[in-house]
């Protein structure tokens, strides 16, 4: 809309999965991460699995809620990164940390929530951290969280800590934001390195 929110209307055709849920360690050759998100949770599982045997990093982005309440999924994959709706909707609690906290009860999984103009909430440990959204200007917010879930994906990937790739996955998102368009939006991996030297 004029404000940059976003609305979206999704259609999943019932036959789209038929293929079956086909995912394996040796499948992930040259694979650095996996990222799932809701969508297919058979598919995502299998996915998640693979991804543990070959010993690589799984983010799942769980960003609305799931029928099961997603619990295979954040027991398996190692990194979990929800939305705001959806982790209030999991753990019963609208305050980010609290919801954060609930949910350290059920997985070893690390975990996160994106709240848009409000910035990204992470367990360290037992501590709960936040790291402020970028301030810019807003244009567009469609495909903002799965830029910032692609880009949290790539940054483990390349080895990054949670911190640092918090950091990075949260720029990617806030310049999607300036741009219109979802996937015409997504910004360039110097786009993204500059606004974070600019932010030192």
Known sequence: DSAGERTIINYTES????????????????????????RWPSGASAAVAAASVAGLPSVFDFDRPMIDGG???????????FSQAALAATSGSDDPAVGLQTMSSKTDAWLAVTAGADGVWWLDGGDVRHLAAFDVPVVDTVGAG?????????????????????????????????????RAGAPTRPEVEALLEGEH
């Open 15 to 38: 036959s789209l999965f038929a293929g079956g849920d086909t995912s394996m360690a040796a499948e992930l050759g040259g694979v650095d991460a996996v990222l799932v998100d809701v």
């Open 71 to 81: 619990t295979d999924l954040i027991r398996s994959a190692s990194h979990v990164a």
């Open 146 to 182: 799965d830029v910032f879930h692609g880009a949290l994906a790539l940054s483990l990937g390349e080895g990054r800590g949670e911190a640092e790739a918090v950091r990075f996955a949260a720029a990617a998102a806030a310049l999607k934001c300036t741009k219109p368009g979802g």
